[in-house]
């Protein structure tokens, strides 16, 4: 008597799962790269370093020259780390503030609770107010100036950050496609799944990757800014965090895409950087526009509603105060537009390119139906 046998291939994933498959493949690769997490861990350690260490620096500031004038000494009697200059008014002690001979003048003040007040130039040393017990009222001369070195300080965070995750992890996701290509690997993996669930679980893995160390990153600001008791600075930074966080996911999205495509054109490693220059400078743009302009309402204006740029200047000009509050919308909206309409043209281009070896596959072949 025969017997018939059957036993069936396994089934195919579905779409979702497919997707979720390729995106832990990319997950696991990653967390078990050593480059990776030893990279991760001294980003993560420099933050947290910087953060601490510029707060203690603007909290142990001694010896700060301070004029005082004769009606306000009884203030500053018995308080340590100051180098006390006496002025007879108040006239006098502004004039050494704008000399820069001292960092401060306390001076005698009917009008405050307190009795005195102090006048700074363009910001108040940390130090000298948390040893006056009660905060006085402040008088800055030049207050544009302690605000443009705040914009510039948070200009760099920003930018630096967009450009260093979206230019590594966009390389990452170059090389993996090619070294797939190279290896036939990608001739196994389309053959059980989709290539658009390829591509769909590449850039969902990485920017989930990419989402966490932001988080991360943004946690050791928060803890930072909270042990070093900057208090008015995490205030002021809180909202453009959060900003920055939600468009640096689309924009992570339409670039990690954009990435993939770019490198199915290429069968080689050393080709990629022929493919990926474009977006390379797309991604560095952001970053040195914010550093030059940090202080130009026009070209941050104009940087929050381009989709490459957006992740950058929006957060800028929420935290420099100079976005009303239906700007952030209309430029993420056009952010998931645009990256919407980059995932439709990176999968037609992935398709298209991803099994063809040899000689680059031109853009125009790649687009073609």
């Known amino acids: 008597m025969s017997t018939t046998d059957t036993r069936r291939a396994p089934a195919a994933p579905g779409g979702g799962q497919a997707i979720w498959l390729v995106a832990e493949r990319e997950i696991g690769s990653k967390l078990r790269s050593k480059a990776f997490v030893i990279s991760t861990a001294i980003l993560f350690l420099g933050a947290l370093v910087l953060v601490i260490w510029g707060g203690f620096q603007a909290a142990n500031n001694s010896g700060t020259p301070v004029a005082v004038t004769s009606g306000a000494m009884s203030y500053v009697d018995g308080l340590d780390g100051l180098d006390v200059t006496e002025t007879s008014d108040r006239s006098a002690a502004q004039a050494l503030v704008e000399s820069g001979d001292v960092d401060a003048a306390i001076v005698d003040d009917a009008s405050s609770p307190l009795g005195f007040a102090v006048i700074a130039d363009s910001s108040a040393p940390t130090q000298l107010l948390l040893q006056l017990a009660q905060l006085p009222p402040v008088e800055l001369l030049n207050p544009d100036e302690g605000n443009a070195a705040l914009a510039y300080i948070a200009a760099i965070g920003f930018g ?210």
Do not use: H
């Open 160 to 369: 630096i950050v967009f450009l260093l995750a979206a230019s590594l992890f966009g390389g990452t996701i170059a090389q993996s496609v090619v070294e797939e290509k190279q290896t036939r690997v990608v001739e196994l993996l389309i053959s059980a799944i989709p290539v658009r669930s390829l591509l769909a679980g590449k850039v969902i893995g990485n920017t989930v990757l990419a989402m966490g160390q932001i988080l991360i990153l943004a946690a050791i600001a928060i803890i930072g800014l909270t042990v070093t008791d900057q208090t008015a600075l995490l205030q002021g930074l809180g909202a453009p965090i959060a900003w920055f966080a939600i468009f640096f996911l689309f924009g992570f999205i339409l670039l990690a895409s954009l990435f993939a495509a770019a490198a199915s054109m290429v069968s080689r490693q050393e080709d990629i950087g022929s493919t990926t220059m474009p977006l390379t400078m797309l991604v560095m743009a952001p970053y040195f526009l914010v550093i030059f302009f940090n202080d130009n309402p026009l070209v941050l204006a104009i940087m929050s509603y381009v989709p490459f740029s957006a992740p950058v200047g929006m957060p800028m000009r929420i935290f420099l105060g100079q976005a009303q509050w239906w700007e952030p919308l209309l430029s993420i909206a056009i952010l998931i537009a645009t990256c919407i309409a980059a995932i439709l043209v990176a999968a037609r281009i992935y398709e298209n390119s991803l099994l063809r070896m040899g000689g680059r596959v031109k853009l125009s072949e790649a687009l073609a139906r």
